[in-house]
């Protein structure tokens, strides 16, 4: 009795949000009309990328849709995910792919993965370092609640690298102070290496010869969504912003 009664709760949660989520179509099919983008949308971010991103993003949307107001929230990659089938977010940014049936994505742009060293490592004296010096190499990662953590472990393996069981980062800022002590190397995303490596500093980022490391960013909102017409337009803004901003990224088009 109790199962069929929660089964029956959850059901209608869903049912609940997806009204709503339908029931602010005719409001988002206004704000579209008039060209522009109003009321209030909830966005969650990764501490992987929003902080080194969105203020761009939001200074842009501040200045050219002055009746939006947005709204940002921080969460793991794994907990944004729930967070947005259960509404807690409108739209989220995150490293793609995500998984869910009823989410819809937009790619965004292909961010770089840099290889970051302690300062005084050997190999931080090469502009780049070759995929053969990484076999053995100890490598730092965040914990298993961000997508990073798998790519970087299919890194691992497809270098030989060696990925710490023992040490898992909670933030970037962590990974990268472990580099800075001699506690092995990390990939880090090129947009916090930009602004959070300085010259001087007691690590260095250095590409992989001949190798292309990415992270793919996109958007991603609820199917039932009545947004999705701004939330496009949101992608549109950011694409833009990053081409003008950031050289480092390949901007992609598109769902």
């Not at 967070?83 to 742009?109: K, M, S, W, Y």
Request: glycine share 8%; proline share 5%.
């Amino acid at each position: 009795h109790g199962a069929a009664s929660a089964s029956v709760s959850i059901a209608s949660a869903t049912r609940a949000r997806r009204i709503l989520d339908e029931s602010q179509a005719l409001s988002d099919f206004a704000a579209g009309a008039q060209g522009g983008l109003v009321g209030v949308i909830r966005l969650g971010a990764s501490p992987t990328l929003g902080p080194y991103l969105l203020p761009h993003i939001v200074a842009r949307l501040h200045r050219q849709h002055r009746d939006l107001s947005l709204y940002v929230r921080e969460s793991a990659p794994r907990d944004l995910e729930y967070e947005l089938t259960e509404g807690v977010h409108d739209v989220i940014i995150a490293q793609l792919p995500v998984i869910g049936a009823e989410l819809l994505a937009a790619r965004l742009f292909r961010e770089p993965l840099y290889l970051a060293l302690a300062e005084d490592h050997p190999l931080a004296r090469e502009e780049a370092v070759s995929p053969q010096a990484l076999a053995g190499m100890t490598i730092l990662s965040l914990g298993p609640r961000f997508q990073l953590h798998e790519q970087v472990d299919a890194l691992c393996r497809e270098f030989r690298a060696q990925l710490s069981r023992e040490y898992e980062g909670t933030s970037l800022d962590a990974v990268r102070q472990m580099v800075g002590m001699g506690m092995g190397a990390a990939f880090v995303p090129a947009l916090y290496a930009r602004s959070e490596i300085r010259p001087r500093s007691e690590v260095v980022v250095r590409p992989v010869r001949g190798k292309t490391i990415t992270r793919s960013i996109g958007f991603v909102w609820r199917k039932s969504a009545g947004a999705a017409l701004a939330y496009r337009k949101m992608a549109d803004v950011t694409r833009d912003v990053c081409a003008r901003k950031f050289p480092e990224l390949t901007i992609e088009s598109g769902s």
